[in-house]
């Protein structure tokens, strides 16, 4: 639906290629995980394993990079993958983990600095007033300035608003859409989000669940991996192209619309974008 079957058939990702999810910790020791590059930064306990932090940034982090197969096929699963914990241990039994602005911050700045090209946040601010949101703004441009893409989940209030992550001109802000491609209720926009966003599966996903196995999942935080594997992927298959390059060949993958919902991704009108403008 999204244009990544040609993509995936191409390439697994590079080695070259790193994608940092900023998440929950994540259960290494899943079969469908073992084989992959993970480096761990930050916090690194899953446990309990059944809480949802640990549940989350699992299976974030496989829809990334898990082993490809007919259960859970992981978008880029020959990509180097960073993950950092920022789910204090109170938040992993949470109904939503969300992370503190300052500790966010400082997570952004650490992958940009161990080397991420990409950068998947699948998750909500705390305390998201002017104090939070200055900082945040500042990890935010530290990594447009280095280059860093990043794609953020738009969030799962069903309201039109926005957060001063989806407000950053550099970010990605993606929303959840069915299988037939239709926006889901649930996802919030806002006029950033359609100017700046794309529209990505996000209803019944399969991927890894901790502790083994897999479960069923659906919303804004499982969509942004679409987008960060679409990046990943491309930057694999065109080493050539700078972030920039890449962010507009995303962008112009879609049908641009004057409306808060943003277009579907398109990620293999992206790849002959790149291509074209490589001839």
């Not at 942004?224 to 890449?246: D, N, R, T």
């Amino acid at each position: 639906m999204v244009g990544l079957a040609p993509l995936m058939a191409a390439s697994e990702g590079s080695t070259s290629v790193t994608v940092a999810v900023i998440d929950g910790p994540v259960d290494r020791t899943h079969p469908a995980l073992t084989s992959a590059q993970i480096e761990v930064l930050g916090d690194a306990a899953c446990e309990p394993l059944e809480g949802v932090g640990c549940r989350h940034g699992t299976f974030t982090a496989g829809l990334l990079v898990a082993a490809r197969s007919e259960q859970a096929p992981g978008i880029c699963p020959g990509c180097r993958l960073l993950a950092y914990s920022v789910f204090a241990a109170g938040e992993r039994d949470s109904p939503a983990p969300s992370a503190q602005p300052k500790e966010l911050a400082a997570a952004i700045l650490e992958v940009v600095a161990a080397g991420a090209r990409i950068i998947n946040l699948s998750l909500a601010l705390l305390e998201p007033g002017p104090p939070g949101a200055a900082v945040i703004q500042m990890a935010l441009d530290a990594a447009m300035q280095h280059g860093v893409l990043v794609a953020a989940a738009s969030g799962n209030q069903g309201v039109v608003g926005s957060t001063a992550i989806t407000r950053h001109p550099w970010v990605i802000p993606v929303a959840a859409c069915s299988g037939g491609g239709l926006p889901l209720a649930p996802s919030n926009f806002a006029a950033s989000v359609g100017r700046n966003g794309l529209l990505a599966p996000g209803e019944g996903i399969r991927g890894v669940k901790a502790g083994g196995g897999f479960d069923i999942a659906s919303g804004t935080s499982v969509a942004v991996p679409f987008v960060a594997g679409a990046l990943a992927l491309l930057a694999s298959l065109c080493p050539w192209a700078s972030a920039a390059e890449l962010r507009r060949a995303v962008a112009a993958s879609g049908i641009r619309r004057r409306s808060v919902v943003p277009p579907l991704l398109n990620a293999a009108t992206a790849w002959q974008i790149l291509m074209d403008g490589r001839r």
